[in-house]
């Protein structure tokens, strides 16, 4: 009886470990008809080093044009380092038109709000930054008229 147990337990785990894949889509938040999920994903950038980036998700669920509002909070070997942003410069805005999603990519083109640096992945750089923590802080979503 115990090792049925056990086994159940260990499957569990295993399901909810999978649920929470770091490298797959993840929801982060859902709100007024706008869903944000995330993901972990390695980077070879046209230029400079490879780097791991938090890639964001931004799917309208509505039939209208909406308005994505949010303070970028990035903590780096646990030191918050965006949270006092005296020039707005991680004040991201993301707009939607009905029904679209917009995805983050792995390019150095790609819209600073669709994504946050996590970490370097090029081999003897000397940057030891990393992501410790992220959030998308004051969250909004508006309806455009």
Request: with cysteine; glycine share 4%; aromatic share 12%.
């Given at each position: 009886?115990?090792?049925l147990f056990s086994l159940f337990i260990i499957c569990l785990s295993l399901s909810?470990?999978?649920n929470n894949d770091p490298t797959k889509w993840n929801l982060f938040a859902s709100?007024?008809?706008?869903?944000?999920?995330?993901?972990?994903?390695?980077?070879?950038?046209?230029?400079?080093?490879?780097?791991?980036?938090?890639?964001?998700?931004?799917?309208?669920?509505?039939?209208?044009?909406?308005?994505?509002?949010?303070?970028?909070?990035?903590?780096?070997?646990?030191?918050?380092?965006?949270?006092?942003?005296?020039?707005?410069?991680?004040?991201?805005?993301?707009?939607?038109?009905?029904?679209?999603?917009?995805?983050?990519?792995?390019?150095?083109?790609?819209?600073?709000?669709?994504?946050?640096?996590?970490?370097?992945?090029?081999?003897?750089?000397?940057?030891?930054?990393?992501?410790?923590?992220?959030?998308?802080?004051?969250?909004?979503?508006?309806?455009?008229?």
């Amino acid at each position: 009886m115990k090792i049925l147990f056990s086994l159940f337990i260990i499957c569990l785990s295993l399901s909810a470990t999978a649920n929470n894949d770091p490298t797959k889509w993840n929801l982060f938040a859902s709100q007024n008809g706008v869903e944000i999920y995330y993901k972990y994903a390695q980077c070879d950038l046209e230029m400079g080093y490879d780097q791991e980036w938090v890639l964001l998700r931004f799917v309208n669920t509505a039939a209208s044009t909406k308005t994505v509002k949010y303070h970028k909070i990035m903590e780096i070997n646990g030191v918050c380092k965006t949270c006092n942003d005296p020039n707005g410069e991680y004040s991201m805005t993301v707009v939607l038109r009905a029904n679209e999603t917009i995805e983050g990519s792995c390019t150095v083109y790609d819209n600073a709000a669709h994504h946050i640096f996590s970490k370097m992945t090029t081999p003897n750089t000397g940057i030891e930054d990393k992501l410790t923590a992220f959030d998308l802080r004051n969250l909004t979503v508006t309806y455009n008229e």
